[in-house]
């Protein structure tokens, strides 16, 4: 299936109706099962609208120009093109002899977020898509942004803007803008200021593939070398297990390409052990940067990274800020914007499984984040239902894009994680791999984690399987002064109050003890007391945790998880304002050093034992997923670098709130208390 909702010739498109192509639009958002919002549609149809009379009947001096000998330039009209993997649709293409613009549609007054939105898109051609990379260097071809207002008169005519000569010499120094009846005169001075007459075969630029520059991965690593974020940095722990596990990691993937095998590396390890890290290093440094991609499901953590590189170099000053590969400085934002094209969130990426004939070039090397959490077949992915198991699908692809060359896939594997119904788990990539005749590396502690129905024994002794001596990481760099406050966790989940209590006392012996309140204003002076300097504190809780509201806390309430990780504590918007509660899903992966874990209701103590419920209408209902329910609680309390307290609530004493009866909430109270936690109070 094509990339573009449309497209046509230039002489299909000026005999075309404006019915017909919005119809043929809105065909294909169906197709895709994207829901077409009403403002949307009407976009759409202003948009023909104004290519129409440009192009068919328009302003005279562009009916002149396509009149006139020669100025059949503008050949192919695309429409709607999803630039896959990065979530980005553009407007409108134009195809023309020696030049492509890009045009996007706007109803209201240009901003600087519409201009960087064009300049962005022009830019990610630039270095992304192989064929108009390939055509603006060998062809002196030439992109040109455009910014159309659907609706009232621009006050001045577009003007040519002049070439980028240092950071991209094919590309407009910057958008020209024009409103509707002066769009024909854009177009025209920009097939004026053609350098070459090569002409880019709409059909070849269409099923184009996308695959960086090389300089704009030595951006993406000269960016990421220069962070300041706290919550990717300052990590106290085992360095030196990292670089181990790295180090190894980079000689299977040499291995495996060098004999141009198709191979999966597993790193596994507990929540906080730095997983990320490596497949982040393994995708942003050294050898292995230019041909690697870091795909993840946690789309959150891809927020704040890409805030992340933005921010580092806000806060530094001019004189020290380096740019590689020669972009100038007033460029850099462009480059920031793109270094997120290694990061990659795992729905849009999913999404074009669903096409069995695509194939990538810039991922040869294949990070995958959170892989226990690959999802079965039929499972929904931006509304449509996987055709095969994610790992399959995964493994088929970069099979398909790198025929007889050898690809691989690093798959990072967190255990006791599974926050969502319909995830597989390890054994699904270990199935996937075996069927397909895979090799992969996995050491002795990663086969371990698998259940003893998953007969470990067999993927031990598979003639498949290279031994990897670093392929665990044991040791959470949360919790970096003791890591018994994991067992603890794990003990309170698992219902074994001595043990849990025994750790607790060993806790509360290092001046770490695990504390409990059944008020949330005394939580909150007790974690602004302790956020102090560069620490942050945040509220966060499950996300089935609604009866949390009748505390002011909503757990439904979207909100920027980069705001909240990465904006000062004088900020309302940020964790430590104490006010924006978030929930397992989008603080998995991320990490603060004080933390309010509140306990609702949905995993209560019912008959000794835990028992797991969701609010469904206006109660609780029974909920089956009791692994699930648990290991969101088990996120929750490993996210705190430095400490946490519990905050169970009272319950409403009145009776009148049957939701939130209080002894919901004191068997919770009672059994943390049992495991050694302490009042704060």
């Known amino acids: 299936m094509s990339a573009a909702w449309y497209h046509g010739s230039r002489a299909d498109f000026l005999s075309a109706s404006r019915e017909f192509i919005a119809g043929q639009l809105a065909t294909r958002a169906a197709e895709a099962n994207l829901e077409i919002a009403a403002d949307q549609a009407q976009e759409w149809d202003r948009s023909v609208d104004v290519l129409q009379e440009t192009l068919k009947e328009g302003i005279s001096i562009l009916r002149e120009a396509l009149q006139a000998p020669g100025n059949e330039a503008i050949r192919d009209v695309i429409l709607e093109y999803d630039f896959r993997r990065r979530g980005l649709r553009m407007d409108c293409i134009l195809l023309a002899e020696g030049a492509l613009f890009v045009v996007e549609f706007k109803r209201s007054t240009f901003g600087r977020a519409d201009r960087d939105q064009v300049m962005g898109y022009a830019v990610n051609l630039i270095e992304f898509h192989r064929v108009t990379r390939e055509w603006t260097e060998r062809s002196k071809g030439i992109v040109a942004p455009i910014l159309v207002r659907t609706t009232g008169t621009l006050a001045t005519a577009p003007h040519w803007p002049g070439f980028n000569p240092l950071s991209w010499p094919s590309l407009a120094d910057a958008p020209m803008e024009a409103d509707a009846k002066r769009l024909g005169r854009a177009l025209s001075l920009g097939l004026e200021e053609r350098r070459g007459s090569g002409h880019m075969p709409a059909k070849d630029w269409l099923a184009s593939s996308f695959s960086p520059s090389s300089s704009i991965i030595d951006a993406t690593v000269s960016l990421y070398g220069n962070h300041d974020v706290a919550a990717i940095d300052e990590h106290a722990a085992p360095k030196e297990a990292i670089e181990r596990s790295t180090t190894e990691i980079r000689k299977h993937i040499r291995d495996a390409l060098a004999s141009k095998k198709n191979h999966v590396v597993f790193l596994s390890g507990a929540p906080g052990a730095g997983k990320t890290l490596v497949g982040l290093d393994i995708v942003m440094r050294g050898e292995t940067a230019g041909d690697a991609v870091f795909v993840t499901g946690n789309a959150p953590l891809v927020d704040v990274l890409n805030r992340a590189l933005r921010s580092s170099y806000k806060r530094r000053a001019a004189s020290d800020i380096r740019i590689a590969s020669g972009y100038r400085r007033r460029d850099l934002h462009h480059v920031i914007g793109a270094a997120g094209y290694k990061i990659v969130k795992a729905h849009q990426f999913l999404g074009d499984l669903s096409n069995q004939t695509h194939r990538q070039e810039d991922g040869r090397i294949l990070v995958f984040d959170e892989a226990q959490r690959t999802y079965e077949k039929g499972r929904r992915v931006i509304r449509k239902p996987l055709p095969d198991h994610e790992a399959d699908l995964i493994l088929a692809l970069q099979a398909r894009s790198y025929p007889n060359q050898g690809a691989v896939v690093v798959a990072l594997i967190g255990h006791n994680q599974a926050i969502n119904s319909g995830e597989l788990g390890m054994i699904a990539w270990l199935r996937a791999v075996e069927a397909k005749k895979w090799t992969y590396s996995i050491s002795e502690d990663t086969l371990s984690l698998l259940r003893d129905e998953d007969d470990p024994e067999h993927w031990r002794k598979s003639p498949l399987r290279r031994p990897l001596t670093n392929g665990h990481l044991a040791q959470s760099m949360r919790f970096y002064r003791n890591s018994a406050v994991e067992g603890w966790a794990a003990a309170v989940l698992d219902g074994k109050a001595s043990a849990a209590s025994t750790l ?135 996210r705190a670098r430095k400490g946490m307290v519990i905050f169970v609530p009272r319950g409403d004493a009145s009776g009148r709130d049957e939701t939130r009866r209080p002894e919901f909430y004191d068997g919770i109270a009672r059994f943390l208390e049992e495991c050694g936690a302490q009042g704060l109070d």
């Open 504 to 638: 607790a006392r060993q806790l509360s012996d290092e001046r770490l003890p695990i504390l409990i309140t059944r008020d949330l204003a005394s939580a909150r002076m007790w974690a602004r007391s302790n956020t102090v300097g560069g620490a942050r504190s945040g509220i966060i809780a499950s996300a089935q945790a609604k009866r949390l509201a009748a505390e002011g806390l909503f757990v439904d309430l979207e909100s920027d998880i980069a705001t909240w990780m990465l904006a000062s504590t004088g900020d309302v918007r940020s964790s430590s304002g104490l006010e924006v509660v978030q929930n397992q899903f989008q603080v998995q992966g991320l990490e603060l050093e004080y933390c309010i874990v509140c306990w609702d209701a949905d995993l209560r103590r019912e008959t000794n034992a835990w028992k797991p419920f969701k609010f469904r209408g206006a109660g609780w209902q029974n909920d089956s997923a009791e692994e699930v329910v648990k290991n969101s609680y088990r996120v929750l309390r490993t």
